[in-house]
């Protein structure tokens, strides 16, 4: 028992719980202006954990507003007909994400790569269209309100949106241990040569759409209860397309801790923009789209990779240091590695 | 009855613009193998080129036309040298990610140099039409399907006979054969997405007198440029052209014959695209898909 305790007990692990505290624990203590940074550093986390698991299977998502969408609808529908609290509706809104991912992955079977992405793209744009053309269900253009008297206090909205966000990111660190994530990453780097080795790709990435739509979805519920106003322009939102891309794109790709760290900078730097530049309109998607490029280009392994590069370093140079007669060999171990 | 004619005519009319706003996707796409995402911000700023050259210059849309492709194609090449030739071997995922950050600040580039609001170029013959009997011919989209299809016309002949556009359609053929002839590889790619984003702006020009220019137009747009080629078959000339008449006439229809179709016409592109990528992803004239 103890020896397996010990053995949960690595840095991923921990780190993890230790977001967790960070972000949960003040939501019962601190001013609106503090729940407010952190209600969006949830939402954030939950959207780039969700598209990171996407692309960690080579799958990339242009239509995660589609995921979010359908949340917001589900939660504040079934909210305002029945008088359900948060908590409780965001059970079938989570259903309805996971759904929605299941029926991607049956639609789109055997696409991959920009085919895929295209179709995703489709899929968020076709129901935006719809919401706005069913005003009996949705309504429409005009727009629908949350019951008022449904609506919690900021602190426990925030409580709520920071436990399903530490739940989401616990989540995605497990996988991390599993054959599952393997099996996940072999589909990324070749599916013909991953299936020869007996993995289905399309029951893995039934999974994991499901998965990634079900956070997205979560998110979208809590986000429809924060706002408290949805119309189809709202719920499927461009943005959020962008934003669930940006922070995994910025920390680094396919790891969860480049998912967490890119959050967080994003959000500083949502800020930094907003003091500099007020709340002019285009301002923050146009650094959103800078990010996208520079880092394309120049940080392809994001500032997790970064990170982990200059660790390194400095562990080779203490080991250098440490023993001067293995030095040279050391030298020529790094050099052929680069 | 009149009404089918009619809706025929505006069909092929919408399809015969769209041609021109697909072809140069299906260019850059068959010859560098990067689906450019920012294809749509392109014609985005075609569109406002044009504006801008009515407005400030009094210089017609067509006028304006040629210089504006002209100007295009350097900074296209350009644009090829320093941004899109870093990615061309780089996994698919950069490429999306990377076209789509450069479709994002043009976008917002725009929004904020000339704001959301709604404008639109308007030429003497923006608002004329021919009639015969019952039935009405548009000028507008009469004049801009015409220039559109010439447009298409020369690039297709440049293509078939001239020098540079056949060492363009060896390079999509077969890469490898085709550095073996000695062709010029990197120049030819940056030839191509350089002509590609001239027909980019020469599509906006025409849709400046067409229909509204705001900064988001280009994202619907891709929608609808996505709808053509993937029905056509990613990459095929040919398959983009019958791809752009169906996808037109197709909205036509809906818009015709559905209620409140108007408000559908936006979702049909989606759903064609949908639907093929389902039933057929390499479309009507592509070639099996090979990842």
């Known amino acids: 028992m103890k020896a397996r305790f010990r053995a949960a007990l690595t840095i991923g692990n921990v780190s993890v719980f230790l977001l967790g505290l960070i972000l949960i624990v003040p939501t ?10 952190i209600f969006r550093i949830s939402m954030l986390l939950l959207l780039s954990v969700s598209w990171n698991l996407m692309a960690s299977t080579g799958l990339i998502s242009l239509g995660h507003a589609g995921f979010w969408g359908v949340g917001t609808y589900a939660a504040l529908l079934c909210g305002n007909k029945y008088g359900l609290p948060l908590i409780v509706v965001l059970i079938p809104a989570t259903l309805c994400g996971a759904l929605l991912g299941v029926l991607l992955a049956v639609a789109t079977g055997r696409l991959r790569g920009v085919y895929f992405a295209i179709c995703t793209l489709a899929m968020a744009e076709g ?31 925030c409580f709520i949106a920071t436990c399903v966000a530490t739940l989401s990111v616990a989540i995605a660190q497990y996988l991390t241990h599993t054959p599952f994530y393997y099996a996940c990453r072999a589909i990324r780097n070749h599916e013909t040569a991953a299936q020869m080795l007996g993995i289905d790709p399309r029951r893995y990435r039934m999974v994991v759409l499901a998965l990634s739509g079900a956070m997205t979805s979560a998110g979208g519920g809590i986000g429809a209860w924060y706002g408290g106003y949805l119309d189809p322009m709202v719920a499927f939102s461009f943005m959020i397309t962008v934003q669930s891309q940006i922070a995994p794109i910025l920390g680094g790709m396919y790891s969860v801790a480049g998912a967490v760290l890119g959050s967080g900078v994003i959000i500083a730097l949502q800020e ?21 490029v520079f880092g394309i280009l120049f940080m392809p392994q994001g500032v997790y990779g970064l990170i982990l590069r200059a660790w390194k370093n400095i562990d080779e140079n203490r080991q250098m240091r440490g023993s001067p007669k293995a030095a040279p060999a050391q030298n020529m171990n790094a050099g052929e590695r680069k | 009855m009149a009404y089918l004619e009619q809706c025929l005519i505006d069909g092929v009319l919408l399809g015969g613009i769209y041609v021109l706003l ?15 995402f920012a294809h749509g911000e392109f014609i985005m700023v075609g569109a406002y080129a044009a504006f801008w050259a009515l407005a400030l210059l009094k210089l017609d849309p067509l006028v304006s036309l040629p210089l504006a492709m002209l100007a295009a194609t350097v900074v296209g090449m350009l644009l090829f040298r320093l941004v899109e030739s870093r990615i061309l071997n780089a996994p698919d995922e950069n490429q999306i990610l ?6 994002l ?10 704001s959301g609001d709604e404008r639109s170029t308007n030429p003497p013959y923006a608002f004329s039409s021919l009639m015969y009997g ?20 020369l690039v297709f002949l440049w293509l078939r006979y001239a020098e540079l556009g056949r060492a363009t359609r060896a390079l999509a053929e077969n890469r490898e ?48 440029i996505f709808a053509i080629v993937i029905l056509g078959g990613l990459g095929s000339v040919l398959g983009s052209v019958i791809g752009a008449l169906l996808l037109g006439l197709t909205e036509t229809f809906v818009a015709y014959y559905i209620p409140e179709g108007n408000g559908w016409t936006e979702a049909v592109a989606f759903a064609v695209l949908f639907l093929v990528l389902i039933v057929r992803p390499s479309g009507i004239a592509g070639r099996e898909i090979t990842t």
């Not at chain 2, 990377?98 to 479709?103: E, H, N, V, Y």
């Open chain 1, 127 to 157: 129901l935006r269209v719809s919401a706005l053309m069913l005003p009996k269900i949705t309504g429409g253009a005009a727009g629908i309100f949350l019951r008022p008297e449904l609506r919690p206090s900021l602190n426990v909205l």
């Open chain 2, 177 to 224: 054969a085709a550095v073996l002839m000695g062709i010029n590889v990197p120049q030819m790619y940056a030839l191509a997405f350089g002509l590609s984003v001239a027909l980019a702006m020469a599509a906006g020009a025409i849709l400046s007198f067409v229909s509204a220019v705001t900064p988001f137009m280009g994202f619907e747009i891709l929608g609808k």
């Open chain 2, 134 to 153: 019952e039935l009405v011919v548009p000028g507008a989209r009469l004049i801009g399907c015409l220039v559109a299809l010439i447009l298409v016309g």
């Open chain 2, 105 to 114: 600040i043009l976008q917002n580039v725009a929004l904020i140099l000339w």
């Open chain 1, 272 to 292: 930094a923009t907003r003091i500099w530049f007020g709340d002019q309109e285009g301002v923050s998607q146009l650094v959103f789209g800078c990010i996208l």
């Open chain 1, 28 to 37: 019962l203590y601190v001013p609106p202006v503090w729940n407010d940074w």
């Open chain 2, 98 to 103: 990377l076209t789509f950050g450069l479709a």
């Open chain 2, 22 to 36: 697909a072809f140069g996707l299906t260019l850059s796409f068959g010859v560098t193998r990067v689906v450019n």
